[in-house]
């Protein structure tokens, strides 16, 4: 057998599985139900059922038919946010967003079909004939990016243009984009063509906001994805979503029954399906080359007596029992049960491990929940121990009984002054609203049948009955020693969460709302002399966000009578390794920023930057760019860096826009905290060791 590793089965994210997700992938009905048919567009499933997974493999399947073309959109946080960021004169009004966003996914959508067919064999040479269509394929290929920053750059520009008249734009919008004559050409070409489109959309829940405007963003790509997939026999458009995103757009869009909900398929896993789904996995892991997925799972298991069996179907719906019946949760689960018993030399696993390993799962959930939340909720400790010993399921009134005993409970607990006064301040019912909103309990909704969860900080969107029923997360139930520690599969299928806990300091409605108007603010400003101040300002405003606890005292033109005015200046606290780094090799203690609303930096603003470093300012300086491109670029730019540094002993580092728009998508995250450092060092080590050591890239004149 092969060893044994702490992801034996895979990772859990099908983003970071690639090594056996492709391989080890179970047909499932619904994904079936795609291939098959062109009845549905839409793929919903809670977070960890396999959508990622699916999307996956429909990409790499479609991928290889023959004439066909792929197009694969799976965006990352600040794309979505800054793509948001064109709806920002609509918010608010649900029907003005959608009616916005049908036009310009449609747009979208047109333009990387029409690029695909400009190159294609059989109609390069007639897209010739249609003049509009190639003035915006010109215009598209313009922005050499993704799909979202082509449509933000190419949008954003003419909602800045209509000013205060969104009604004007909404009107004109669709006649502006030229939609009805690229529409024609295209149906043209295609038919001209044997090409066949395969449209993939998934990750739009990164950046999402769960509001009116976000709901209405996502039912305008359904709209347009059912729209296509009716109108055009050879483009197959498949949408995949989170089922809490689909109720919100439920929620606002009063035509969902009409036109979204016969579009929907729901991903569902069943107790033979997540078996098969194992059973492949360890048949690779351990290299079996067994079929009969029982055989397998019995080969890889043991039985610890009378009760306490593991192998047959029963021992394995003994396994689903500590999982939500979802493939992340179960491939967790036996990961860390395979790697518990290898630590014991032992290569099969049994019910102990399962325990062992569900029972430290649900401990470390309640401690991080315990430590993460308690310095924002101080009362939150003695809150959770209440439902010690308990039922995991009782009535509101029930729960404001338990919570009433709190305070001789923190007396008793030596909880202390802020303990005592966040009690008195929250009151019962306060508490429990601060449960729910870290997702310690979970309401009922009689319409759906489900429980709902929220991980989010929102307070519940209603006021509580006393009749209504709430449900401690099964996640808690082993550590808090409940009467219950298990779930059956009908009341697995009624957890509807987010499932995974997220931390911060402060509110994280508020935190997620002012990063993503900091990243949606740059698409409003235009390049240039004229938003030169404008430019300025974010940065300031982007640099005090991103090194927040790195930097103190960050200001704009600090020395603004001076000759020599550097744009933004912060002190180097020297705290992190990066900046001690910084502090240590290069002399800083006051950090320089030049902002610079442009995309191409000379040897003028190399030369400028350059002055301004010396005495407390060191030998390291920050040009701040409107440049797409990360990286410097190979020839004069470079020389430059590398002459400064070899004459002079300075390193200027450029610094792209979205260097600070990748990083402000992660602080969405407040666990994402050392993200900064580490894009930091790694930034340093890309100019030290590749930038600094290379030969000139210039062209070298002919003799």
């Known amino acids: 057998m092969k060893p044994l590793r702490a ?36 793929v919903v499933g809670r977070r960890g059922t396999g959508k990622s997974a699916m999307f996956a493999k429909l990409q790499e399947f479609w991928g290889t038919q023959k004439a066909a ?18 709806f920002k004169p609509f918010e608010g009004r649900y029907s003005y967003v959608r009616s916005v966003a049908r036009i310009v996914w449609k747009y979208g959508f047109l333009m990387e079909m029409l690029c695909h067919l400009a190159k294609h064999f059989k109609t390069r040479e007639r897209i010739a004939d249609y003049r509009i269509a190639q003035e915006h394929i010109k215009r598209w290929q313009s922005v050499p990016s993704d799909f979202f920053t082509a449509l933000s750059s190419r949008i954003a520009p003419l909602v800045r243009a209509a000013g205060a008249d969104p009604e004007g734009l909404i009107g004109s919008l669709h006649q502006t984009l030229e939609i009805n004559e690229l529409e024609r050409a295209f149906s043209t070409l295609l038919d001209a063509s044997s090409v066949r489109f395969f449209i993939l959309i998934d990750k739009l829940d990164e950046g999402y906001e769960n ?10 790509a359904i709209a347009v994805v059912a729209e296509v997939n ?51 996995r360890l048949n690779t892991a351990f290299g079996m080359q067994i079929e009969n997925a029982q055989k397998i799972w019995d080969r890889c298991t ?24 979802r493939p992340r949760d179960l491939l967790s689960l036996l990961n860390q049960a395979f790697f518990s018993a290898a630590r014991e030399d032992r290569a099969t696993i049994v019910l102990r491990d399962l325990e062992k390993t569900a029972k430290a799962i649900s401990g470390n959930r309640l401690d991080d929940l315990r430590k993460e939340y308690s310095s924002i909720i101080p009362s939150l400790t003695v809150a959770v121990s209440m439902f010690e010993h308990g039922a995991p399921e009782m009535t509101y009134r029930d729960a404001l009984s338990i919570i009433d005993g709190m305070p001789s409970a923190i007396k008793a607990a030596g909880g202390g002054e802020a303990v005592e006064q966040d009690y ?18 979970g309401t009922h909704d009689e319409n759906s049948n489900t429980f709902t969860f929220c991980h989010d900080g929102r307070q519940p969107d209603r006021g509580f009955t006393s009749n209504d029923r709430i449900l401690v997360h099964p996640c808690y139930w082993i550590a808090l020693n409940l009467s219950r520690n298990a779930l059956a599969p009908d009341e697995a299928e009624q957890i509807n969460d987010e499932y995974e806990i997220k931390v911060t300091s402060t509110s994280p409605e508020i935190r997620a709302q002012r990063i993503g108007s900091l990243i949606a603010e740059l698409g409003q400003i235009q390049e240039g002399r004229q938003d030169a101040d404008e430019f300025e300002v974010w940065t300031l405003t982007a640099v005090q966000t991103v090194f927040a606890g ?23 606290l020297a705290k992190s390794s990066a900046w001690s780094r910084i502090e240590k090799d290069y002399g800083v203690r006051q950090v320089v920023f030049d902002a610079k609303n442009y995309r191409s930096v000379g040897r003028d603003e190399y030369r400028q930057m350059s002055t301004y470093l010396h005495g407390a300012y060191g030998r390291l300086g920050f040009l701040v760019t409107r440049d797409d491109d990360e990286n410097l670029h190979s020839g004069a730019e470079l020389d430059w860096v590398r002459e400064i540094f070899t004459n002079e002993k300075k390193l200027i580092v450029r610094l792209s826009y979205k260097f600070f728009q990748r990083l402000l998508g992660k602080l969405r ?18 100019y030290e060791r590749r930038y600094l050591s290379l030969q000139t890239t210039s062209a070298r004149k002919k003799k």
């Open 230 to 280: 009716k109108r055009y026999d050879r483009v197959r458009p498949v949408i995949f979503q989170r089922d809490n995103i689909l109720r919100a757009v439920q929620k606002f869009d009063p035509d969902y029954t009409r036109n979204i909900e016969g579009e929907v398929v729901s991903i569902h896993w069943d107790t033979y399906q997540l078996q098969h789904l194992v059973a492949k």
């Open 302 to 325: 043991a039985n610890e007596g009378l009760g306490r069996e593991l192998q047959g179907i029963e021992g394995f719906k003994k396994c689903l029992q500590f999982t939500l019946y």
């Open 69 to 86: 073309n792929v197009i694969a959109i799976a965006p990352e946080d600040f794309q979505t946010i800054s793509f948001r960021s064109i």
């Open 669 to 686: 995250n407040p666990e994402k905290h050392d993200a900064v450092d580490s894009a930091l060092s790694a930034l340093l080590d890309n």
């Open 211 to 220: 509001d009116e405007t976000g709901a209405a963003i996502v039912s305008g």
């Open 7 to 42: 992801s034996l089965l895979g990772e859990q994210t099908a983003e970071n599985d690639a090594r056996l997700l492709l391989a080890n992938f179970i047909e499932t009905p619904e994904y079936r139900s795609i291939l098959e048919a062109k009845d549905s567009t839409v």
């Open 550 to 572: 790195h930097l103190s005292n960050v200001e704009r033109k600090a020395n603004g009578n001076a000759v020599q005015r550097r744009d933004i200046v912060g002190t180097n």
């Open 424 to 441: 008195v301040i929250l009151k019962s019912d306060g508490v429990i609203r601060s449960l729910y909103s870290v997702g310690f309990v």
